[in-house]
């Protein structure tokens, strides 16, 4: 085989810094002159104003990307703006003022759509930042009954206040509830027909015959009324309380809280009633907090309330609703244009073709009048990741170009031209020898089509920069930001794990070579997880099995003992050592979990040498994280692990000025967010990042390979990489390919 084997480069290529730095002046001042910029500083004095009455000011740039997105959505009447900002310049801040911006041109309603765990995030900073708006939350239980109580509302006098609608992307996927319904009427002979309840006809079989209203609710399909045209089913809310009590659900309910046990819940209904606590709950939480017993005492001591407060700004009651998803009820109860303003928070969450939140995204976008989207990593590398986003966001160019549905509803051709004229396929060829005919030898030549990281200039010049603001931590200026630095560590094994790690990957190797000529993949995923987790986890046996006849490829016992400790860990020690002498906490982010838990060991060797450590994991729930944090803090924590997928979204992580990365994992989403976690408006010391990687090991071809996809993500958004994994940047593929070239040309 031959299409893994080094491909030769061109003495005529030019990376990408040379090139921009030989003619970055001219095709900047080529692209003003083909398309001018929609803002180039003047300021609208009417949008200022607006900007000047809200109670938290936007920083300088942070107005300036305010004024460009209403120039654009508002001047330029464009169907979407895209606000690519990096981590940390308040994202949320400048929407919130294209809101109220958008509010004094006549644009009432804006609906936020969120990570689950920011929505009561987003809720506290609109009312910081506009505090007489109307805020609604559609992320619990009595969501429904929320948007039911929109739509009665239809008709009522506007008072003028800005109103937000915050819904959590989880609880707005596709999909709905039913049931049958209809009008009983009773005839003789005791009979009780269906008819509609619109018109109030009798309905008719196939046959001509009255349905009764037992053969009606038999039906399996939705129907509507052949007369009137009425739709003869109804959404439904499914499940019921526990136990089939309302009792049960306010108790249920109330031990969400901290300090609440099921026996204080109890008294508290025995004392107070059901309806006082749960209209109390769903309507006024603060006079919960302060309840008074028959005496006139607080029944909740400070320390409790502080504690309860806390809690409850992120807890959303609703009793006797079921689960519902409400992006069904927008689409089909409430008329076009209801919300005049979409904000997306998180936007490159919605690029995947079949994924129920990016669906459910793409019908809010068409309900609404204007999409703001906000991101920092618009671009994940390749440029299929950017089609089903901005076809969800900008329909109407996306079809111009001819980006559009086939005969049966796909979009798959679309997104395969797309990629052809604006991404990068590569063409690979293989020959082998092969057997056509019994009397006969040739060679068989086939060819398949990959993806590479890439996206072209057209493709940003069409679709990318008539639509996208701009703006870096280091644009804010002035001295709200410190000192950025990223920095790579190459770390050598030990004698022995060098030589374990050797003979692991021929072994493996070998096996995958064999493979590989039968034109069997099976084992590269498996080769690839197991080199590449292996010079980490070596404090345990190895046994490698072929996943589909579970025959074992290869062993190695354990390298490292319990108290040993690896040169990784020894380096994030000295690490951490010398952080807590400088007064700083360390951020450590390990990937590996399961069997190949990493993260127990890390916190016991670290707290041998005197380090609090705490351990961020998957069961702390994603709205309680940044209380967990916030404790762990308070209680004196010097260093926190944890896995960057927890932590990549939403949180300000301040207090750890220090970030490491033990593994970096392949999403450059996960990894751009997790490394600027603690470099954002607020934080007074300068921010630090370390890589660390194991030299001669399939790891830094790994972090080669995200390099790689930085470096193409960050061009989409106008920004040569200068960082630390830049260094390592050479040309490359995907990560099975650029592995694999390693492993069979070594």
């Not at 900073?125 to 929109?150: M, S």
């Not at 995958?512 to 345990?540: E, H, I, Y």
């Not at 007074?684 to 890589?691: E, S, T």
Request: aromatic share 8%; with cysteine; net charge positive.
């Amino acid at each position: 085989m031959n299409d893994l084997s080094q491909v030769s480069v061109s003495p005529l290529a030019i990376g990408l810094t040379e090139f921009i730095d030989e003619f970055g002046d001219e095709l900047l001042d080529s692209l003003n002159r083909s398309n001018p910029p929609v803002y180039s500083g003047s300021i609208n004095e009417a949008y200022q104003r607006v900007m000047s009455e809200l109670k938290r000011q936007p920083f300088p740039a942070q107005a300036d990307v305010v004024q460009a997105v209403a120039a654009l959505l508002l001047d330029r009447n464009e169907q979407a703006a895209v606000i690519n900002a990096e981590m940390g310049t308040g994202k949320t801040m400048m929407a919130i003022a294209v809101a109220a911006v958008m509010h004094s041109a006549g644009y009432r309603r804006t609906l936020v759509v969120s990570p689950p765990h920011l929505v009561y995030k987003w809720r506290r900073e609109i009312l910081e930042t506009i505090p007489d708006a109307r805020v609604w939350v559609l992320n619990g239980p009595d969501t429904l009954v929320k948007l039911i109580k929109l739509r009665d509302q239809l008709g009522d006098p506007y008072d003028g206040r800005k109103e937000f609608f915050i819904l959590g992307r989880v609880r707005m996927r596709m999909g709905y509830h039913w049931r049958t319904v209809c009008w009983p009427r009773r005839a003789s002979g005791g009979y009780n027909f269906a008819g509609c309840p619109d018109c109030g006809r009798l309905l008719l079989d196939l046959e001509g015959n009255r349905v009764t209203v037992e053969e009606f609710h038999r039906e399996e399909r939705r129907r509507s009324c052949p007369y009137c045209q009425g739709q003869l089913w109804t959404l439904m809310r499914p499940g019921k309380a526990d136990n089939g009590t309302r009792r049960a659900t306010i108790l249920k309910s109330m031990c969400r809280i901290p300090t609440i046990g099921p026996v204080r819940a109890d008294r508290l209904l025995n004392d107070f009633g059901e309806d006082f606590l749960a209209s109390m709950l769903i309507d006024n939480v603060s006079e919960f907090i302060n309840l008074m017993d028959a005496q006139g005492n607080f029944i909740f001591s400070d320390r409790q309330a502080k504690r309860m407060e806390r809690a409850m700004a992120n807890i959303e009651f609703g009793f006797g609703e079921g689960g519902f998803q409400p992006t069904e009820f927008i689409k089909r109860y409430l008329p076009d244009g209801y919300f005049d303003l979409l904000v997306v928070d998180e936007g490159h969450e919605y690029k995947n073709s079949g994924s129920a939140q990016g669906q459910a995204m793409g019908v809010l976008a068409a309900k609404a009048r204007k999409t703001v989207l906000l991101t920092g990593t618009l671009m994940g590398g390749y440029a299929d990741d950017l089609f089903y986003l901005l076809f969800r966001i900008l329909t109407r160019r996306m079809i111009e170009d001819g980006y559009k549905p086939n005969a049966r509803g796909s979009m798959a051709p679309a997104a395969m031209s797309f990629m052809r004229d604006h991404g990068v396929l590569k063409d690979i060829y293989t020959e082998r020898d092969n057997v056509s005919h019994k009397t006969a030898k040739g060679k068989k030549l086939s060819v398949r089509t990959v993806k590479a990281p890439g996206f072209g200039p057209k493709g940003i010049h069409r679709f990318v920069l008539p639509f996208t603001v701009f703006l870096k931590l280091k644009d804010i200026g002035g001295n709200v930001l410190p000192a950025y630095q990223e920095e790579f560590v190459d770390i050598s094994m030990s004698a022995e794990q060098a030589s374990a790690y050797q003979q692991l990957a021929g072994k493996l190797t070998q096996e995958l070579r064999q493979a590989l000529a039968r034109r069997d993949t099976t084992l590269l995923g498996v080769v690839l997880n197991v080199l590449l987790a292996w010079p980490d986890c070596c404090f345990r046996p190895e046994i490698v099995k072929h996943p589909r006849s579970k025959d074992t490829l290869a062993f190695v016992p354990s390298i490292f003992a319990d108290e040993q400790i690896m040169p990784k860990e020894k380096a994030l020690l000295d690490l951490c050592l010398t952080e807590k002498a400088k007064g700083r906490k360390v951020l450590a982010y390990t990937v590996y979990s399961g069997t190949r838990d990493t993260t127990s060991r890390l916190k016991r060797l670290l707290e041998q040498s005197g380090l609090k450590v705490a351990v961020l994991r998957a069961s702390v729930d994603t709205a309680r994280r940044e209380d967990w944090i916030l404790d762990q803090v308070d209680r004196g924590v010097d260093v926190l692990i944890t896995n960057p997928e927890l932590v990549k979204t939403g949180l300000d992580l301040l207090d750890f000025p220090t970030i490491a990365f033990l593994q970096t994992g392949y999403n450059v989403y996960t990894l751009q967010q997790a490394a600027r976690r603690s470099w954002r408006i607020g934080q007074k010391q300068p921010v630090r990042v370390v890589f660390f990687g194991y030299a001669g090991s399939s790891q830094i071809t790994c972090l080669q390979l995200m390099a790689k996809k930085i470096a193409v993500a960050q061009s989409t958004s106008g920004d040569v990489p200068d960082s630390g994994l830049d260094s390592l940047n050479q040309d490359g593929d995907s990560v099975e390919r650029t592995l694999a070239r390693q492993l069979i040309a070594s």
